[in-house]
């Protein structure tokens, strides 16, 4: 009954699918958080949701930990096997299996990227919206519940994964949802599992819902004086009923990181990134119905394109966002946070950021998905000054707790993992006790992803 | 431990807002559909959550069931006491309690109505855009999970609830989700009671998502040669990315219904009533692309009107199918039933059902929130004449059934309550055993709601 003779077991099953070998473990045990290598004791890479099965039954019968994995860009640690056991890699499980062009869905197996995905829906004049910046899975999409610059337009994971196949922690494979729209047929599992972080049942089929290309799409860069004038701008556009497809927040110093890594000018000022999706009608009269309202809030030196690669390179630049602000301090490490409000407290949780920061003496971009009231702070630290370290997790932790008490939350888009545990309590208060109830029934013997989302040791 | 000494301790709770009077027992045993009157024990006028809370610690020492109780619009029988106990009316805690117009946001308690609701957000510019025709609570439209005409562009109430506050089986009272428009931080607790129908928790407080009223308004009805050409037209105006606010597919029998109760002339085929929301500009653009696209399949005989008056007199004609329905055959009771299917598979369920219809000589009328394959029938059946009422059931069988062998769901928007419970295994297979466990987490002794969505003696 040990992580041992379930390795034994899965050799078994798998031959040389199941590897001991350090450099894949170690591979596995990376992070893009700000934790030590921490390798898990084998690495399978099933082929099959019957085989995924099999896996978790001998795991199971050993009480061994299994941790999934999609390709490891997580902010929060979610993959790493904190307690030991087998990282479940998902990467061969890359199959497109149906796209449903008249029902704009698509059917695929959790490995597949949404770059793959994108790339295969290419020639249907379909794509799938949901876009966090990484190419990540989309099993671990759905399973952190991210989200990224087009929410705002498309909604998050949870809007767009429609149904699920999900092996249980006892090996039984269950299938949530339909490909319908809509369903009022009992709980909704779909959603439970979006989000849980492998801690309640490893995806292996996801249906996602998809979106027509638009026939034109406009895009921006616009600099404002301040924070809250930007912040109002979006406020005003989103009351309005202007439908962004994009629309983000960019902080001087984050200005400043661009312009080093990609050689622009911008100046160093707060700007917003804008696009809109629609007809070339609908479009330009959107963009100047936005130009007009950005420039009551001294919105100013406006950059309209409708050209593709200029908006690619927009968009590239964006999402590069955590290069770019490693490139303020190339000799330093690196580490991201999210956090998300209504958005009338948006603007007095970034001057808050903004504070915090100085006063603890770091180097801090911010960046936000400003029409959600999601944004990111980027921190530069150097692991070996314990102090400059602490200040780091002291600004962190004063940004979550700033989060909670204007009636947001503690992660927008990023998840839990284990670098948010701590705040589930304060977040959720007795709620915290149903999520435990679920996590006992679902996972009696707590073999999923153990020690992530609830903070306790016996869960 | 019984239901009569929980009354008793309910009356020293509440005085003489716990009343067990026949006329107010049979009011509450009332149903919108084909189930004799079944009243509960008692019925509860609680005034706040702490009320709420203390009820259900009473009935918890004593096991006696709970069920809330909204509007009693329920189409399956949610708010029946099948099984005897409390009804729970939310109709004194009917309170707006906060309108956040910069965060697009509002407070509510479960009695508020949804006309309520938009009466009270007049000034501001917003309104609650979820529509299930009927003027429901909007503590019963999330706990079954309503949509209604406008889900095609706004969502159902899965994605207009973004908060709750809950009384658990136990007497807890918990907070799920924030004013944040997304997060990552748990399990989504949230979109877990949206549409538990009162089995996982009584919703005492709802904060809800709205939506800006748009600069114009466009409606529209057109004729179609059948269901086929009528559907075709909604999947290529989805695939061309215009966006519909409301869609409804009417069949030639409802149309005479309608003919027969309002007075209108229209020609009994197949019609579509159609509604655009935007910007002049966009919505007269829409318009026009919607008019070819219904052109090259057949459609005519438009009939646009951007006047306020005449598109409330279309949607209250809409609203009042049931009733039309009813004006067929007004000897008759009648019954709605519904599903939900990808578009795709939509023209084949209806050609299904109107096939099923004849073969069982029966009248029935068909309306569809088309856009997201959903669609109702409603029947008129003698209620003294058990043969006529057995084609009726096997009717709701037989199209149920059809539902899940199109990769649909049995019910798209009214609910499982009584009356879908018996397709829960076919729809769920393995699922099923995970809602059970949920169900047994969180209400241990089955006081919640009992014997609805789940079908078995002991759950």
Redesign the interface.
């Known amino acids: 009954m040990t992580i041992e003779t379930a390795i034994d077991n899965l050799r078994t099953l798998l031959g040389d699918r199941l590897t001991t070998l350090d450099a894949i473990l170690d591979q596995h045990g990376q992070n893009e958080a700000y934790y030590p290598v921490t390798p898990p004791d084998a690495v399978a890479f099933p082929e099959s949701t019957n085989e995924v099965s099999e896996i978790i039954k001998i795991c199971a019968s050993h009480a061994c930990p299994v941790i999934a994995f999609g390709t490891g860009t997580s902010l929060e640690g979610h993959q790493l096997a904190i307690q030991g056991g087998i990282c479940l890699d998902m990467s061969r499980m890359n199959a497109v299996l149906a796209v ?6 698509a059917v695929v197996q959790p490995g597949v990227t949404r770059e793959q995905l994108n790339q295969d829906l290419r020639a249907t ?1 379909l794509f799938f919206p949901v876009d966090p910046g990484a190419n990540a899975s989309l099993g671990g999409m759905a399973a ?4 990224g610059t087009t ?1 705002v337009r498309y ?2 994971m ?2 767009n994964v429609m149904a699920l196949e999900v092996v ?1 922690a006892d090996g ?5 949802g ?12 779909t ?2 599992i ?3 972080e492998g801690t ?1 049942g490893i995806i292996t089929e996801l249906t996602l819902r998809l ?5 034109a799409i406009s895009a921006a860069t616009c600099r404002f004086p301040d924070i809250d004038a930007a912040v109002n701008t979006v ?1 005003q556009t ?4 202007i ?1 962004m497809a994009r629309i983000e927040l960019i902080d001087a110093m984050m200005v400043r990181g661009f312009n080093k890594m990609d050689g622009t000018t911008l100046p160093e000022a707060p700007h917003l990134f804008i696009e809109f999706h ?2 070339a ?2 479009v330009a ?1 959107q963009a100047e ?1 936005f130009g007009e309202i950005a420039a009551d809030f001294g919105g100013d030196d406006f950059k309209w394109t409708t050209k593709a690669e200029d908006r690619n390179a927009l968009w590239k630049m964006r999402h590069n966002a955590f290069y770019a602000h490693k490139a303020l301090s190339p000799s330093l490490r690196a580490l991201a946070t999210d956090i ?5 407290r948006l603007a007095e949780a970034i001057d808050f950021a903004v504070e915090k920061s100085e006063a603890l003496e770091l180097t801090t971009t911010i960046i936000g998905h400003v029409g ?3 944004f990111h702070c980027s921190l530069s630290f150097d692991p070996d000054d314990a102090i400059q370290f602490a200040r780091v997790q002291d600004f962190m932790h004063q940004l979550a707790r700033q ?1 909670i008490s204007l ?10 993992g284990v670098g ?1 545990m701590k ?2 309590q304060e ?9 435990r ?2 996590k ?3 996972d009696p013997n707590n073999i999923l992803n153990p020690g992530k ?2 903070p306790s040791s016996n869960q």
Chains 1, 2 share one sequence.
């Open positions: 449903n062009a008249e029902d704009m869905d004049g952190t519940r991210a989200s929410a909604g998050t949870k809007e249980l039984t494979i269950i299938r949530t339909t490909r319908a729209r809509k369903s009022s047929a009992g709980y909704d599992l959603k439970l979006v989000g849980s309640l979106q027509g290309q638009p026939e406020i989103i009351q309005t009923g439908p629609g007809s009608n609908a009269e119905q998300c409000v209504p958005i009338s959600d009231g999601n989060a009636d947001g939350t503690i992660t927008g888009e990023h998840g839990v948010k705040y589930m977040e959720h208060g007795e709620a915290l006790t149903v999520m109830s679920i006992r029934a679902m989302i609830l």
